[in-house]
């Protein structure tokens, strides 16, 4: 007696595996893991939430068009290219279906999100990893490891986990480089954080070009990440292709009446902006003082690097136990490294105080 068989290379991927939030035994968690706001989302976004519960027996508007008019209106984007997903990596699921698979291959920098090779994988396409300078996406490096058979590019930009950014320059000489038919997909979910001058999220790209897809998610400044939003911009012919995937109810009723007040409560996501500004440079400084590396970065995380994978391994675990939650960068090819999220002042004190316990500095 046999049993279904999945496609070929499906059972060869390594499942997405997200950070912890509880530890067994500790009452009070500091987590740390995940990216998340410290101050969680827009109280107006709570109370739209819980109105919306009285309405549960009702189907969501289908076409989020209340949800993408306000987006474009923060955004100055045409609302009538913007396609809503249950997060941005569904919207990033969804192009990985419409424009890959077997046969074809998938570009993306060697440390970028490690949702790109498995979404690539899913649709049994060839995940490419470019080599990085310095922890930075390489234009030539990418560039160079095109070929008749790339379909995709995906840049997460600012990256995650390394917390570093291709400037616009350099954005647009990758855009340049590539042949028409080939897209490149801007993964820019930490682009509310990021306050250089020479700095996109991707907007004017997509406005520009028509292989230039821009996603952005809810999940991060927006403090929405339980609930699943996010959202692209494309070109009309793109958003056309995504709109005929997509599930026909893919964002629920909450998520959508909650993000339109989420982002219309710009008082809070300038709030969480202005606690990112103070306490990234903050545990930046601190954890250089401890002895150990911490990249520069422009997101709401820092990388920190160990002076090897046991060194890594071990403060993990001693944090761990203390209650406060990092996360391991091994799926990133990072395995000496940490990535810290910025939390709350009394969080990222505990957090370097229980570092400087475990490496003898207290």
């Known amino acids: 007696m046999t049993t279904p068989t999945p496609r070929p290379g499906v059972l060869d991927i390594e499942p997405y595996v997200g950070g912890l939030h509880s530890v067994d035994g500790v009452e009070r968690v500091i987590v740390l893991a995940s990216n998340e706001t410290p101050l969680g989302p827009s109280p107006k976004a709570i109370a739209a939430y819980e109105a919306d519960s009285r309405k549960l027996h009702r189907y969501p508007d289908g076409h989020a068009s209340d949800l993408r008019a306000a987006i474009g209106q923060r955004f100055g984007c045409d609302a009538t290219r913007i396609v809503c997903g249950a997060g941005s990596d569904e919207v990033l699921q969804i192009l990985m279906r419409a424009y890959a698979g077997p046969g074809d ?23 490419v990893a470019a080599p990085e300078k310095v922890l930075t996406a390489d234009v030539d490096a990418l560039l160079s490891k095109v070929t008749d058979r790339t379909r995709l590019v995906f840049l997460a930009n600012p990256n995650n986990p390394t917390g570093s950014y291709l400037p616009v320059d350099e954005l647009q000489r990758l855009r340049d480089g590539l042949r028409d038919d080939i897209l490149l997909v801007i993964d820019s979910a930490y682009a509310e954080y990021v306050t250089r001058n020479d700095y996109t999220a991707g907007n004017d ?24 939003l996010g959202w692209a911009y494309c070109p009309g012919e793109i958003a056309d292709v995504l709109n005929r995937l997509r599930g026909p109810f893919n964002v629920n009723a909450a998520a959508q009446v909650a993000g ?48 090897d994978i046991a060194q890594a391994s071990d403060a993990y675990q001693f944090l761990l136990r203390k209650g406060i939650i990092t996360r391991m960068m091994g799926s ?7 990535r810290i999220s910025v939390g709350l002042e009394d969080e990222m004190k505990a957090l370097t105080d229980a570092l400087a316990e475990h490496l003898g500095r207290s």
């Open 105 to 127: 291959e998938v570009l993306y920098s060697r440390h970028g999100f490690s949702i790109y090779p498995i979404f690539a994988r899913g649709v049994g396409a060839t995940p």
């Open 205 to 228: 790209f997509v406005d520009r070009h028509d292989n230039v897809v821009m996603t952005r998610t809810f999940s991060k400044i927006f403090g929405l990440a339980a609930l699943r």
């Open 260 to 307: 339109i007040a989420a982002i219309e409560d710009t008082q809070h996501t300038d709030a969480s902006l202005q606690h990112n500004d103070i306490w990234l440079p903050w545990l930046t400084t601190a954890l250089g003082g401890l002895g150990l590396t911490a990249h520069p970065s422009v997101g709401n995380f820092v990388l920190v690097q160990f002076g």
């Open 332 to 338: 990133y090819d990072l395995p000496d490294c940490l």
